[in-house]
């Protein structure tokens, strides 16, 4: 083989590895996760004193933004629960959409929350109703916490003004309305067959442990106390979300560069958004409700040891994606795709593929691929709309371990690394190749 066909091969044999040291040698996942990264460093050749700065960098660049969401994210999570607010949202879910369809529920609102948020903020706002859901319908994990996680990742690739979205429409020069009408024309059949509809299905297949430490800490016995009211509660989950559409949207409202756009900017932040979310809970789902400030004190700092794994493991995730970035081997995926004969809207596609599996993150494979492929979209006339969508498609295929999201679902949901291959990522791949043949037959009607 050439050494290029070996930089692919690599990955791919690391991938098997890792999953047989989690499986059969009990390993624990965060230690194979580093071994991996640094064996694969050596492997390619990278220079020995390279390897370790590289998964360094890896990791602490995407702790410095997933630490903190996951942090703010959970405490708000536990408030929510700890108040009855989950409980309000869960029983109203509940009587609208009946137990046998509560799965569509969960996409539903996932697909509502995500519009503003990256995945990882929507997921740790939304778990605490899944859980709670879970426990009070006594529906299957899978069938509630994986139509959810489609919803969010559907948005995420697909349908502006979510930020990822954007990068794209910005780099086609593409028309944002339009964007957004094709993107829900493809996204809701595409996150109804890839969230309830396939996880109705492969809940039957795969049982996953109902001794979920996460969820434990998120549900508690009805004790019969008055339980807070629906709107204040779905208002207080919401606000990030307002908090970061006003951030996006800061630039209609003021001026850039002016003290009010700034302001907006910085409440629009994920992190900023999170934090004024959960300070404003201290008091609409904490004091209010009679909670001391000891209560909220002990409830904010107990809800964060069960988070480490979770946080360790998506910043290794990060590191093995900066060695595959580091050592050449996301280039040499790239360099390959360019020399295939493909229409433009393929092309996004299949870069997108490509750079998703090397780097694991979406949003980094969507900003690449733009950058590749935009002037070939332009100089081929394609439809800018469609080029985003093919591209957002692209970029959702087939999460594995080197996606920060792999990890997140893996644990939250309490299921082994064989089952997360068996529905998160299988169910990722789905929303990717039916996104595009979406795309394609709305490329034979839109001109």
């Not at 439809?383 to 792999?406: I, R, W, Y």
Request: glycine fraction near 10%.
């Amino acid at each position: 083989m050439t050494h290029d066909t070996m930089l692919i091969v690599y990955p791919v044999v690391g991938i098997v590895a890792l999953i047989v040291l989690i499986v059969y040698y009990k390993v624990n996942p965060f230690i194979a996760l580093v071994c991996l990264s640094l064996a694969l460093a050596l492997e390619v050749g990278m220079k020995w004193t390279d390897v370790v700065r590289s998964f360094e960098e890896g990791m602490g660049k995407t702790l410095g933004h997933i630490a903190l969401v996951i942090a703010l994210g959970t405490m708000l999570g536990k408030m929510m629960a700890e108040s009855g607010g989950a409980e309000q949202i869960a029983r109203t879910l509940t009587g609208w959409f009946g137990v046998k369809r509560i799965h569509w529920a969960m996409m539903t609102i996932a697909l509502l929350v995500g519009i503003p948020v990256f995945f990882e903020v929507g997921f740790v706002l939304l778990i605490p109703i899944a859980f709670t859901v879970a426990k009070r319908t006594g529906t299957p994990m899978a069938l509630v916490g994986l139509p959810m996680a489609a919803g969010l990742s559907v948005v995420h690739g697909l349908i502006p003004p979510h930020p990822a979205a954007l990068l794209a429409v910005t780099a086609y020069k593409a028309d944002i309305g339009r964007t957004i009408l094709y993107g829900l024309i493809v996204g809701i059949p595409t996150a109804a067959i890839a969230g309830p509809i396939f996880c109705k299905w492969v809940s039957r297949y795969v049982s996953i442990d109902s001794d979920n430490p996460m969820m434990k800490q998120f549900t508690e016995e009805e004790t019969g106390k008055p339980l807070p009211g629906f709107l204040i509660t779905i208002g207080t989950i919401l606000l990030p979300v307002v908090l970061m559409l006003l951030g996006s949207w800061a630039d209609a409202f003021a001026w850039p560069g002016t003290l009010l756009n700034d302001s907006l900017k910085l409440i629009g932040s994920s992190v900023m958004a999170l934090l004024i979310a959960l300070l404003v809970s201290f008091w609409t789902l904490g004091a209010s409700r009679g909670m001391s400030r000891t209560t909220i004190l002990k409830y904010t700092n107990e809800c964060l040891g069960p988070t480490a794994t979770i946080t360790l493991l998506i910043g290794a995730g990060g590191g093995f994606g900066r060695i595959l970035l580091d050592s050449g081997i996301s280039t040499v995926m790239v360099d390959q795709a360019k020399h295939w004969n493909l229409s433009p809207l393929m092309m996004g596609w299949t870069v997108s593929v490509l750079i998703r599996l090397a780097t694991g993150s979406a949003t980094v494979a969507m900003a690449t691929t733009c950058g590749i492929v935009a002037p070939i979209a332009e100089a081929s006339h394609a439809n800018a709309e469609l080029m985003v969508l093919a591209t957002g498609a692209g970029s959702l295929f087939f999460s594995h371990v080197n996606d920060g999201g792999f990890w997140m679902v893996k644990e939250f949901l309490n299921m082994t690394v064989v089952q997360t291959f068996k529905t998160w990522s299988v169910l990722e791949t789905i929303i990717s190749v039916v996104g595009l043949l979406l795309t394609l037959l709305l490329s034979l009607v839109v001109a």
